[in-house]
């Protein structure tokens, strides 16, 4: 599960490894680790070739912003996405953090996107007017 995850992160973020290799060496400075990375050693980590050392996951983990647990591939059930909307921590993609309206559109889209696609499902439980709110915990 971690090459995949790795690759993904690394896609993501519209990076080659050789970019990523830079990005990781400038976090050399938090002294995570005294080795340089490179392209290749990452290509390799992707291929599930060789496995990165503890610190080596940490300073990913740092990097892309997720868990230790994510980037292993650890799971813990599903989660609903509305409860990551209604949560009070910062969102952002792509570097912009979301404001509130930001999210609130995104919220809206996502569900509409469900509602068409499964219109059966979501029918039963829609008493709303058409207007889209968070979910409030």
Avoid: C
């Avoid at 980590?45 to 997720?66: C, D, H, M, Q």
């Amino acid at each position: 599960m971690f090459p995949e995850r790795l690759k993904a992160l690394r896609k993501g973020r519209d990076l080659t490894l050789a970019e990523l290799a830079v990005e990781l060496n400038k976090m050399n400075e938090d002294n995570l680790t005294e080795r340089l990375n490179s392209g290749p050693q990452i290509g390799s980590w992707e291929r599930g070739i060789n496995t990165p050392s503890y610190l080596e996951v940490l300073k990913l983990a740092r990097f892309f912003g997720v868990t230790l647990d994510f980037l292993v591939g650890n799971s813990y059930g599903v989660r609903d996405l509305s409860d990551l909307f209604a949560m009070n921590t910062e969102l952002s993609m792509e570097g912009h953090i979301l404001n509130g309206q930001e999210r609130e559109i995104i919220y809206g889209l996502i569900k509409s996107y469900l509602r068409g696609k499964y219109p059966l499902e979501t029918q039963d439980n829609d008493d709303s007017d058409g207007e889209v709110t968070l979910p409030l915990h």
